[in-house]
T-cell receptor, first 110, second 113 residues
Framework: LAKTTQPISMDSYEGQEVNITCSHN???????ITWYQQFPSQGPRFIIQ?????VTNEVASLFIPADRKSSTLSLPRVSLSDTAVYYC???????????WGAGTKLIIKP | KAGVTQTPRYLIKTRGQQVTLSCSPI?????VSWYQQTPGQGLQFLFE???????NKGNFPGRFSGRQFSNSRSEMNVSTLELGDSALYLC????????????FGPGTRLTVL
């Protein structure tokens, strides 16, 4: 089972681009990388998912290098409402081997 | 389209009692998964149901059980409650089985006294 390592916390300011990096040195061939966002007392919310290279949607980008041993979630022009915990998950979607780490607590300051 | 709903939102029980939590997935979703979230252990996978069958199970004791009905709604039961069962219980639904994009409900906050 792939395990992930993320920074415990990060600070940034409104309007800045925030990059959160996740390490997953033991990622397997069938593993996908998924990021979720969670606000206090709410369930996690899907942000983005990818397998390799770069994926972009309306809220974020996900950069995955060729060796896939890490990935970076990029949040453009953050606002105060982006203050949340961000989880990086790595696992085989079909075999349901997802393991949730501690996440990264992102605090956005005005 | 309505999101995942969980009832009740808050629950207070005493040790030794049992509790049943309910989850209604997004319409059309056939997979329902349950998670326990605590400050100390984070998010831990309990089990997944797909087409009324338990497909995967996490590392929890047999006191934790669940089921899924033909309309994909799911219930989770915890018997003989312990203080350590106090947690936020989250339900997530997805269209297909496995860990594809999951949509989480707001959770049920269980407090065991």
């Amino acid at each position: 089972l792939a395990k992930t390592t993320q920074p415990i916390s990060m600070d940034s300011y409104e309007g800045q681009e925030v990059n959160i990096t996740c390490s997953h040195n033991n990622i397997a061939t069938n593993d996908y990388i998924t990021w979720y966002q969670q606000f206090p007392s709410q369930g996690p919310r899907f942000i983005i998912q990818g397998y390799k290279t770069k994926v972009t949607n309306e809220v974020a980008s996900l950069f995955i290098p060729a060796d896939r041993k890490s990935s970076t979630l990029s949040l453009p022009r953050v606002s105060l409402s982006d203050t949340a915990v961000y989880y990086c998950l790595v696992g085989d979607l079909l075999e349901y081997q997802l393991i949730w780490g501690a996440g990264t607590k992102l605090i956005i300051k005005p | 389209k309505a999101g995942v709903t969980q009832t009740p939102r808050y629950l207070i029980k005493t040790r030794g009692q049992q509790v049943t939590l309910s989850c209604s997935p997004i319409s059309g979703h056939r997979s329902v998964s349950w998670y326990q979230q605590t400050p100390g252990q984070g998010l831990q996978f309990l089990f997944e149901y797909f087409s009324e069958t338990q497909r995967n199970k996490g590392n929890f004791p047999g006191r934790f059980s669940g089921r899924q009905f033909s309309n994909s709604r799911s219930e989770m039961n915890v018997s003989t409650l312990e203080l350590g069962d106090s947690a936020l219980y989250l339900c997530a639904s997805s269209f297909d089985e496995g860990a594809d994009t999951q949509y989480f409900g707001p959770g049920t906050r269980l407090t065991v006294l």
